[in-house]
Structures are given as C-alpha cells and as structure tokens.
C-alpha cells in the first residue's frame, strides 16, 4: 500500500510559515493578475488566488480586460505593472482569447517579475543549470512535495507524460538538474507503458482520464498525478487509475488534493521571493 503524498497539508504547512514572514514586513508584496475574458473557469482560479493572497497579506490588484480586448491593450497592462515598483508579480492569467498571442504576451512580462516563471529567460535559466528568478509553479510544488517526503532524486529514472512550457518540460529540467535520469512522453510517444513501467518517479501531467493503468506503473514507483479531469458525476480526477496504482505504488499522490494546492502555494512563494530580489532583501 502506498503513502499517500498529502499536498493539501504540506501547502497548509509551507503557507503558514510564509504568513509569519510577510507579517513582519512593513510594505507588503503585491501581486498582480491580468484576466481576459469570459472564461469561467479561469475566474475562479483568478478569485482563489487573489484569496489565498489577501489571507497570507500579500496584495493583490486584478486586471480585468473584455473578451475582445486587443493585443496592445494588454502589453500596455504589462508595460504599466512592469514599471510599477508597488507590484512584485505580474500573472497572466492562460488561456487568452484566440486573437491575443499569448507568447508574446508572456515576453513582456519582466523576468523579475514573471511571478508564474514562463518567460524564456527564467526557463533558459533553468535549461542552463541556473537558477532562475522564479520556477514555474506546479513543478516547484512537485519539486517541493518530493523534498518533503525525503523522496531522493538523484540516480532515479524520472518519466514524465506530458512536455508543455508549464509542467512537463520545465519539470524535466529540474529533475535532471537534481541529477534524475529523465524521460519526456508525450502524445507522439510509442509504447508508452513499456517506458512508464521503468519508472522510479512517474509524473503524468497530460489531462487525460485513465492514462495511467496499473501495469504502467512499476512496483514502488512515486507517482505524481498532475492532471485534473472531470468524471462523469462532475467529481475531479486525475490522469492516474489510482485505485489500480496505488497497491503498487510506494507514494502516490490523490487528486484533488496532491499536486493542486502545492500549485497555488509555489505561486504566493514565488510573489514573497521577487518581492526579496526587487527589494534586496
Ligand atoms: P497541455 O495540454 O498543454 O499538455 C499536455 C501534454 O500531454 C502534451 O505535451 C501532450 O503531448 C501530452 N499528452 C496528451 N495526451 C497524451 C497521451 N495520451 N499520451 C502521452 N502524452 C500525452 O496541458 P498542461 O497545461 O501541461 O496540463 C496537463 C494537465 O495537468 C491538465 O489536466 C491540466 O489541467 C493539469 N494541470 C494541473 C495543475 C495542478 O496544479 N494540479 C497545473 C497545471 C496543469
């Protein structure tokens, strides 16, 4: 039976000490989100980050911009909050409507205050060895829940399903940057099972139902389940049969619950820590 890896109260943890810190601090950190249009479900994570940050005492102003919003309208945003020296990150929140070009939107942003670590210096950064401003969230919070767990990485076969900017192929970079052998899947990837099976950590961050069956899963693997997936009652699940992996696996990590609040917490550490650059702190 695995150990069930419980982000929810690592995040809990790592937040509460966070609060400590910024309640001493005189000028508070200031986050910024750009949100633009209708999408609802980009709402309410817009409306539980800004949440989580007023709990913790980090301010946050949120932009709000119409569906039909134009390119320039938006750099113009970033421009204004990247010369602002009240703000400390600047969020776009993904995805844009579809006449925005969301990368070059993410250029703009200044690396110092790329508070969600996507723009290509803070990544090129992480590519080159380096340590970067800031790393993209959902991996610093897989990063964060192995170190809690004394999960080691080093020497380990780190496969993961899924190469995107914001999980997947940064996270494979800092896993080899912890000195993991490391293997990307992703949609053009034959015999996906056959690589997954020599997994030691298997971190699927694909958002497709049932991906990972049990016999994917090699006896004592960590498991890192990154999807969110609806089910058909509506109740949220990941990429992982969990039921199936989990007698084989050593760790393993639940959704909701896992890898979503470790998320959000990388996002409010990341705000407290160009906070300190900006600040030399
Ligand atoms: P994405 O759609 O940008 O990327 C998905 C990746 O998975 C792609 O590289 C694709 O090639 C690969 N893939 C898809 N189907 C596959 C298959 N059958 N076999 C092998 N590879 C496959 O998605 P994303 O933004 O990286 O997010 C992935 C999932 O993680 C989504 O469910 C998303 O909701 C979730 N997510 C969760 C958190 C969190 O905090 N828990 C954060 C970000 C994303």
């Known amino acids: 039976m695995a150990k069930l890896i419980e982000g929810k109260i690592v995040a809990k943890k790592i937040l509460e000490n966070l609060s400590d810190e910024i309640l ?8 910024a989100v750009i949100i633009a249009g209708d999408d609802a479900a980009s709402k309410i994570y817009v ?35 990247n010369n602002d020296d009240s703000v400390n990150g600047i969020l776009v929140q993904l995805p844009l409507p579809p006449q925005i070009n969301a990368k070059e939107v993410v250029e703009k942003i200044h690396p110092l205050k790329d508070v969600d670590g996507l723009h290509p210096y ?9 340590k970067p401003h800031a ?42 940057n912890e000195n993991a052998t490391v293997t990307v ?8 099972s056959q690589i997954t099976q020599q997994a030691d950590i298997l971190v699927s961050a694909a958002g497709q139902r049932n991906l990972v069956k049990a016999d994917m899963v090699k006896d004592g693997a960590v498991v890192i389940d990154v999807g969110i997936n609806r089910q058909e009652d509506g ?3 990941g990429d992982v049969d969990f039921w199936g992996a989990e007698p084989r ?11 979503g609040p470790m998320t959000i917490c990388s996002l409010m550490q990341n705000t407290f820590d160009l906070y300190k650059i900006q600040n030399k702190i």
Do not use: W
Request: glycine share 8%; aromatic share 6%; with cysteine.
């Open 24 to 31: 001493f601090l005189e000028k508070k950190p200031c986050l």
């Open 47 to 81: 409306n539980s980050k800004k949440k989580k940050a007023e709990e913790l005492g980090i301010k946050s102003v949120v932009i709000e911009l119409p569906q039909n919003c134009t390119q320039q309208e938006i750099l113009e945003k970033i421009y204004t909050l």
């Open 122 to 130: 803070n990544l090129g950064q992480i590519a080159a060895g380096n």
């Open 135 to 176: 790393y993209p969230c959902t991996p610093k919070g897989i990063i964060r829940l192995l170190e809690y767990y004394d999960i080691s990485i080093a020497g380990k076969h780190a496969v993961i399903i899924g190469r995107s900017n914001l999980v997947g192929r940064p996270l494979s970079l800092m896993l080899l």
């Open 185 to 192: 899947c992703h949609s053009k990837t034959k015999n996906l």
């Open 235 to 237: 109740k949220l699940c």
């Open 249 to 259: 696996a050593s760790y393993i990590t639940p959704v909701p619950g896992g890898v």
